[in-house]
Structures are given as structure tokens and as C-alpha cells.
């Protein structure tokens, strides 16, 4: 069935550090990848998406890219900041009769100033 | 608009005792769901409504049922609750069409300890 993977964290950052965060995913047919984000007490939003291979998307200085090859969707930041700090969730949707999302187990960002 | 909201935010139930949680949306979405949060596990549908008039079972539905209103509202009973069902519970909707898919929005959730 279909899967998505993520790295363990947390993950611990100093301010303006590189961020990434891996995902992985396992699809039958060809899904739309999207990050979501949870900061605490909150419910999840929206990040980025991209719905196809090749695609990038982007927000806030987020990126990530739709590698079919390696079914990847790992999210990038180039320079963190303590507001970053929150848990990612990276979730796959496939034009079923439900179109649901399939979640990853999360990862948590820790930023110190 | 206040997107998708949900009630209560908290419940603390004795295992046996039923509730139902709330959901509504005012985005006209066709498309609503209900996924429970826990540890370590991402958020795991429970069930469905892919519109009006309709419900089906997600990936854990045991232990649960869902009413579709209306266009609306998407609720959520546990008839006899039990610490199993402890959890964070996300109400989310999305607008639907054929060849598309479209961003799922998230209620705020609402925590459920059972004793």
C-alpha cells in the first residue's frame, strides 16, 4: 500500500543553520506530495505541495522538490529561524475515491537562538 | 471566515461513556475527514464523507461512527469510549473534483484523554 516515510527527529538547529528534512514515499500511481506544519497547540496547515514530478514548491522560504526518480519530497530551508520551530509532516494524496491523506510520522524542529 | 472549527477542544471521558465531537466548515467544501493524531504515528484516517449523503471507513474506524449533516457538518461518536481511543482527533475538508486534488484544510483538533 501506499507509505510515507520520514526522518526521525527531533532535529536540533542553531538560528540560521541549513535545514533539511527527508521524505520518502511509496505510490501505486503518480500522488501529490504536500508538507504540513503543526506549531504547538495548533492544528496542521498547509506548507508547500507539488503535484507532479520535476514540480518545486515553495513558501516562507521552504522549498521541496517532487524527484519521482528517487520518490523523494525532502523540505529545505536555507536559513532557520526559532519561529521555525514546530513539527513537519510530509503526506501523499492519490486521485482515489477518497483523495486522503497519507501521513508521515512527523518530524520535530527545535530552533535555539 | 473561520475556516473549519471544532468542539470541544478538550474531553476527558471514563471508558464506556459515549461523546460525539463537532465539526463544521464554511468553505463550501464538498470533502470532509476525520484523522486521529498520536504519538510517533502521524495523523491515520478514521473515516470519510466524499460528499453529502456519504461515509465510508478509513484506515481505523473501529470503535467509531460519523454523521454527514449536511454540507457543513461532519461529526464524530464514540459510543463506548475506551483509553485506546485516547488521541488527538483533526477534522479536516477539501474541495473535490474529478483529475484534481486540492489542499485538505485542518480544524484546530480536539484532545481526548479516556480514564
Known amino acids: 500500500g501506499n507509505s510515507v516515510t520520514q526522518m526521525e527527529g527531533p532535529v536540533t538547529l542553531s538560528e540560521e543553520a541549513f535545514l533539511t528534512i527527508n521524505c520518502t514515499y511509496t505510490?501505486?500511481?503518480?500522488?501529490?506530495l504536500f508538507w504540513y506544519v503543526q506549531y504547538p497547540g495548533e492544528g496542521l496547515q498547509l506548507l508547500l505541495k507539488?503535484?507532479?514530478?520535476?514540480d518545486k514548491g515553495s513558501n516562507k522560504g521552504f522549498e521541496a522538490t517532487y524527484r519521482k526518480e528517487t520518490t523523494s519530497f525532502h523540505l529545505e530551508k536555507g536559513s532557520v529561524q526559532v519561529s521555525d520551530s514546530a513539527v513537519y509532516f510530509c503526506?501523499?494524496?492519490?486521485?482515489?475515491?477518497?483523495?486522503?491523506?497519507?501521513f508521515g510520522s512527523g518530524t520535530r524542529l527545535l530552533v535555539r537562538p | 471566515n473561520a475556516g473549519v472549527t471544532q468542539t470541544p477542544k478538550f474531553q476527558v471521558l471514563k471508558t464506556g461513556q459515549s461523546m460525539t465531537l463537532q465539526c463544521a466548515q464554511d468553505?463550501?467544501?464538498?470533502?470532509m475527514y476525520w484523522y486521529r493524531q498520536d504519538p510517533g504515528m502521524g495523523l491515520r484516517l478514521i473515516y470519510y464523507?466524499?460528499?453529502?449523503?456519504?461515509?465510508d471507513k478509513g484506515e481505523v474506524p473501529n470503535g467509531y461512527n460519523v454523521s454527514r449533516l449536511n454540507k457543513r457538518e461532519f461529526s464524530l461518536r464514540l459510543e463506548s469510549a475506551a483509553p485506546s481511543q485516547t488521541s488527538v482527533y483533526f477534522c479536516?475538508?477539501?474541495?473535490?473534483?474529478?483529475?484534481?486534488?486540492?489542499?485538505?484544510?485542518f480544524g484546530p483538533g480536539t484532545r481526548l484523554t479516556v480514564l
Open positions: 479536516a475538508s477539501s474541495a473535490t473534483s474529478p483529475g484534481r486534488i486540492y489542499t485538505q484544510y
Open positions: 505510490a501505486t500511481g503518480y500522488p501529490s
Open positions: 507539488a503535484t507532479k514530478a520535476d
Open positions: 503526506a501523499l494524496s492519490e486521485m482515489d475515491s477518497s483523495y486522503k491523506l497519507i
Open positions: 468553505m463550501n467544501h464538498n470533502s
Open positions: 464523507s466524499a460528499s453529502e449523503g456519504t461515509t
